[in-house]
């Protein structure tokens, strides 16, 4: 095994072409504060040699020919929780992106990345900074947009007392209680508890009242106003 040099960023290199690890490679060895501790060719090898070398950094490709790149990026971060994991790969569709890092990776880059930039997204990793390719960070900022956004117009679409009736929900009152404290009949209440689910898309009080919870509309020691 390598020896490791002392304070340099430890790399493990994944890629199933020869050529494409020996480029990255070539340059990385160039870099006085990064050194390359071993090559996977897939990611069944990958997670094993990151758990034997903890390394600081693995630089993955999403194309494996045994398991994906996103599996062994899962597995590695759950073996190596100090392990940061960069993908490193010429997709950059939602089908890769989001799962890449809802399994952990760090960042992801293309391999239209320039050789600098490479090197320095690796000491970001290293400090435990996220660099994400400009396609991807823009697919990222659209996601959670379209999901604010998404939650924004559900809520908006309720009229000021279904909003009460939604706190009262969340606070776990049933109806006849919701009835008493809004002073409405309970037929009345029942007629907002279906429009509320109806509009915010849930299919039970439980799914409304959170939502209600997640979406900040109902807080800590909130009450309605009757």
């Known amino acids: 095994m390598q020896e490791t040099l002392e304070n340099a960023i430890t790399v493990l290199l994944v890629d199933d072409h020869r050529l494409v690890r020996q480029g990255v490679r070539v340059f990385l060895e160039l870099q006085p504060d990064i050194q390359v501790l ?37 597995r590695i971060r759950q073996q190596c929780p100090r392990t940061k994991v960069i993908i490193l790969t010429s997709f950059h569709e939602d089908e890769y992106i989001f799962p890449a890092l809802r399994a952990g990776a760090l960042s992801y880059v293309l391999k239209d990345v320039g050789p600098d930039e490479l090197a320095d997204t690796i000491r970001k ?36 007392r279904e909003l009460d009736v939604l706190r009262l929900i969340a606070a776990g009152h049933s109806n006849a209680e919701i009835a008493e404290k809004l002073v409405i009949s309970e037929k009345t209440v029942k007629g907002h508890v279906s429009n509320i689910l109806g509009k915010l898309h849930t299919v039970d009080r439980t799914q409304a009242a959170v939502y209600a919870w997640e979406h900040g509309i109902v807080h800590p020691k909130q009450s309605p106003h009757p």
């Open 38 to 74: 071993e090559e996977a060719d897939n990611g069944e090898s990958a997670v094993e040699k990151a758990r034997a070398l903890q390394p600081a950094v693995v630089l993955m490709d999403m194309m494996l020919p045994d398991i994906s790149g996103i599996e062994a990026t899962r």
């Open 125 to 160: 990793a290293a400090r435990e900074e996220s660099v994400l390719h400009p396609r991807v960070a823009a697919r990222v900022v659209q996601e959670i947009q379209g999901v604010k956004k998404e939650a924004r117009n559900l809520a908006s679409d309720l009229s000021e």
